[in-house]
Each structure stands twice: as C-alpha cells, then as structure tokens.
C-alpha cells in the first residue's frame, strides 16, 4: 500500500539524516566545535544495576513517548458533512502511525538522557555514554539528542495533520480534492465531469505499466483526475465510487485497459 510505503520511506530518510547528523557532530567534535566526552573512571565501571537502570531509563523513556504518540494516532479527522465517498492516504493506519512514530521517538530522545541521570550513577553513565560515542568521535550524544527531539518532534506533528488536509470527496455538488496540504483545494461540479471510468493498468515510475485497477475522472477540458493509482487498493475498492460519479456526472460508466 502507499500509506505502508511512506512510512517505510519516511523511517528511512529519518534513520539516514540521523545517521549523516550524527557523522557531522563527530566531525564537529573532532574539530572542537561540538563537546566531547571525557574518558571514564576505570574505577567507576558499571554493575549489573547500573545497566539494569540505564536501559531501563531507555525503555521508560520510548513509554513515556508513547503517550502523546497515542493521543495524536487516535485524533480522528472530523467526518465530512454529506459526502457520498472520501478517500484520504490518512485513512490508512500505516500513514497514521508515521507522524506518532516519530513523536514517540523524539519524546524519547529528550527524556531518555535526563532519567538516566537520575537512575545512574555519574561515573557508570559516563561509561555507557563514552561507549554510544565511540563510532561519533566521542562527542556528547546529549546535547544533539536533546535537540533533534525538539526539531522531530514538532515536524512529526505538523506533517501528522498536514496529512489529514489531503483527499479526495464526492458531494452533491461534486469532486473536491487536494493532492498536497500546502495545495489550495481544487473542486469540480458534476456537470463538468464528461468520462467516469475504471482503469486497470497504472504506468509506473519506471516506465512499466502494471496491474493496479483504479478510477479516473475526466473533465471537459481534458484534465484528468486519477484516484488510486499508487496504491494496490483490494479488488473492486472502485466499484463502489465509480457508480456513484457515473450517475452524478450522467455518464456511463467504461472499463478501459490504460490511460495513455
């Protein structure tokens, strides 16, 4: 599914733009820009609570992220007023897990070095930071981590609901739709509808056409509006919308193999 696929995409981009922030705090460190570690006691090595404390402070700190994680998953979008059929990428629940992925993730990140400071000894926890740091040139993992928190976070919240602005609805009057939140919504009536019609084969990226069934709509002036292109929908998911544009627009209903 599309909504599957962006939040593997989206937890890729994030894991590499981590990874390259965290080459560039190393580098920085390096350079003496960035506050580096001083090396641990060899006296003060941690016992088997200390590791027992510190990553238990990781793992309260992600429970702690789920919370506000749970609260915006569970922030339903408010029904649409007389729609007769609405499709939104939000509709998934892998697209609704992206925004609160990464909050989870980022609360987590500004609590977890906090309370293991506050469960860990001084002198075991400059232990375990010392080896997170070895592959970053032994730069201080607290002060990025704290900060990329604040940055995530808010990001993961604005995309959350930007995600929710996009749609595409049937109403009495017509198709309304918005392919991007910062796009304005475009609207056509019913009477400007002159093609309703399922296509069964979608060109991809690639250049290749393949087997995903999906509904497009053509208006007097030749656009075109394709719905369900990029996702492999169950078989006959656009049945249902087709005949209900069809008999709004006053048109029949074709099937046709591919839209060129």
Not at 235 to 253: M, N
Request: net charge neutral; with cysteine.
């Amino acid at each position: 599914m599309l909504a599957s696929a962006e939040f593997w995409w989206s937890t890729l981009a994030t894991s590499l733009a981590l990874a390259l922030a965290g080459a560039g705090f190393a580098a920085a460190a390096r350079r003496g820009r960035y506050p580096r570690l001083d090396e641990p006691d060899p006296d003060c090595k941690p016992t088997g609570a200390d590791r027992v404390r510190y990553y238990g402070a990781n793992l309260l700190a992600l429970l702690l992220g789920t919370v506000p994680a749970a609260v915006l998953f569970l922030w339903v979008p408010a029904a649409e007023p007389g729609a007769l059929f609405r499709t939104m990428v939000y509709d998934h629940p892998a697209a609704r897990a992206i925004g609160p992925f990464f909050v989870m993730l980022a609360v987590g990140a500004m609590v977890a070095y906090p309370l293991a400071a506050r469960l860990v000894r001084a002198g075991p926890l400059q232990h375990f930071l010392w080896r997170s740091s070895a592959q970053f040139g032994r730069a201080d993992p607290r002060p990025a981590t704290k900060w990329m928190g604040r940055i995530v976070g808010p990001l993961a919240v604005i995309a959350h609901f930007g995600m929710q602005l996009e749609h595409t609805t049937f109403d009495a009057a017509g198709v309304r739709w918005r392919a991007w939140p910062w796009q304005e919504e475009q609207s056509r009536a019913w009477t400007d509808v002159r093609d309703v019609r399922i296509v069964r084969l979608w060109v991809a990226a690639s250049g290749n056409p393949v087997e995903r069934p999906h509904l497009g709509l053509e208006f007097h002036d030749g656009e075109v509006l394709h719905l369900g292109g990029w996702n492999d929908a169950p078989a006959g998911t656009w049945e249902a919308p087709a005949a209900i544009a069809a008999e709004r627009a006053g048109v029949a209903l074709r099937r046709v193999e591919r839209d060129d």
